[in-house]
Structures are given as structure tokens and as C-alpha cells.
């Protein structure tokens, strides 16, 4: 009953109060970022979410768009500010995904969503974590969030799957709140931001750069076809 009706009513009913509750807050960030980075203020970007359904994830933006002289993005480490450290590291970068909740595409608990072009790394059986919606936060979150291995997360998304319940999503909030305290792990080690599935996977071996061009490639085919 909590999996297939309870959920989704919690869900309802914690995004619009926790928008409404959250509003000033809302205000004053978008506010900061204005100011700092300019518009847009919302970053938007397309993520794989129950089912695989590709839908758009909002976020407060915490990076420039500064680019190279051929056009490409200068690396995140560059275009990270200030600003955005410290959103990213307080999680308030992740507020517009309230949003998201209320609309049906992501959930308060649930496996974080990943982008499309780590998805199609994934193994059938990772990707059995795209059978439920996605989460503001989760197993994998409270248990080392971005500095913990990729095949770790994979894995604590699979067994917040089978022991999804209303005792565990309590606690993973609660947990949450604990880590919002802390403000560790916010990303890889040596790294700006969370490295992506498909680089891990190259930088240890575990696929060659035919088969990792081969499925960036079919990740921008899902992303266009959206």
C-alpha cells in the first residue's frame, strides 16, 4: 500500500507544504544567483526517471557557461563558483526539484537521478533503479553521497528498491537532515563535481573508447528524441 498509493500522497502533500515553507528561502537564492551568474537562474537538464522516461530536472544554477575558444565547456572545476560551492555544499542547489515532486517525476526518497548518459552504462540489473521514481535524496546519499564508488551507489540504489517502506524512507530523511550538517562528500575525491559513470568506467578499464563513444552516442539519441 506505501509503495503504490501512500508514497506518492506523502509525496503530494511534503513538496507543496515544503514550497510553501520554503518560499523565502526559494526567493532569496534565486535572488544570489541572479546577481552572481546571471539568468538563467533555474539550470534545467534532461534525466532518466521511472520507467526510464526522460524528463527535465530543475536545479539552482551553480556553474558559468564559460567556454573554450572552439565553443566547448570549460571543465566544472573552472566554471564551478563560489556560490555555487556553497549551494551544491548546503543542497540548496536541489530546491527546484520540489517542483519536480509535485508534478510526478521524482519523489522525497528515492534513487538520486542520474544523468541520461550514465544510465546507458548501467547493467540491466542497475537499472532496475529507474522501476521506481526518482529521489530528492536517498540510501546512496545518506551513505557517502558523491564520494562513495559508483558500483556502491548502484548497489545501495538496488537495496533501498527491495526494502522500500515508510520506516525507510523516515529514516533516510532524517539521516538527510543529518548530512545537510555535515556537508561532506559533496563530490569525488580530487574532483569538482561527481564524475560521471561512463569516465569511471574508462578511467578503470572496464570499457575502451570504442564502447564508450558507442553509448555516449545512444545517450544523445535519447536526449533528442525527448
Known amino acids: 500500500m506505501y509503495r503504490?498509493?501512500?508514497?506518492?500522497?506523502?509525496?503530494?502533500?511534503?513538496?507543496?507544504c515544503a514550497l510553501v515553507v520554503l518560499s523565502p528561502v526559494l526567493l532569496v537564492v534565486a535572488i544570489l544567483v541572479r546577481l552572481k551568474l546571471g539568468s538563467p537562474v533555474?539550470?534545467?537538464?534532461?534525466?532518466?526517471?521511472k520507467d526510464e522516461k526522460i524528463f527535465k530536472m530543475y536545479k539552482f544554477r551553480s556553474m558559468t557557461d564559460e567556454r573554450d575558444e572552439y565553443g566547448n565547456l570549460l571543465p566544472d572545476a573552472v566554471r564551478l563558483t563560489p556560490l555555487g560551492e556553497k549551494l551544491r555544499a548546503t543542497s540548496l542547489d536541489?530546491?527546484?526539484?520540489?517542483?519536480?515532486?509535485?508534478?510526478?517525476?521524482?519523489?522525497?526518497?528515492?534513487p538520486r537521478p542520474q544523468l541520461v548518459r550514465d544510465m546507458v552504462f548501467m547493467t540491466p540489473?542497475?537499472?532496475?533503479?529507474?522501476?521506481?521514481?526518482?529521489?530528492?535524496?536517498?540510501?546512496a546519499q545518506v551513505n557517502g553521497r558523491n564520494a562513495i564508488r559508483w558500483e556502491d551507489k548502484l548497489r545501495y540504489d538496488l537495496e533501498y528498491l527491495e526494502k522500500l517502506s515508510f520506516s525507510e524512507d523516515l529514516k533516510i530523511i532524517l539521516l538527510t537532515i543529518r548530512?545537510?550538517?555535515?556537508?561532506?562528500?559533496?563530490?569525488?575525491?580530487?574532483m569538482a563535481t561527481a564524475e560521471d559513470y561512463g569516465d569511471y568506467l574508462l578511467r578503470v578499464g572496464a570499457i575502451?573508447?570504442?564502447?564508450?563513444?558507442?553509448?555516449?552516442?545512444e545517450a544523445g539519441e535519447l536526449v533528442q528524441t525527448q
Open 208 to 217: 575502451d573508447q570504442n564502447d564508450y563513444c558507442q553509448r555516449l552516442s
Open 179 to 190: 548530512c545537510l550538517f555535515i556537508r561532506e562528500d559533496v563530490s569525488a575525491e580530487g
Open 4 to 16: 503504490h498509493f501512500f508514497k506518492r500522497f506523502f509525496d503530494i502533500v511534503l513538496s507543496a
Open 125 to 139: 540489473e542497475q537499472r532496475r533503479r529507474h522501476t521506481i521514481r526518482p529521489g530528492l535524496t536517498g540510501w
Open 42 to 49: 533555474i539550470f534545467c537538464q534532461m534525466r532518466p526517471g
Open 94 to 110: 536541489e530546491l527546484p526539484e520540489l517542483w519536480n515532486i509535485l508534478k510526478g517525476d521524482m519523489s522525497i526518497v528515492g
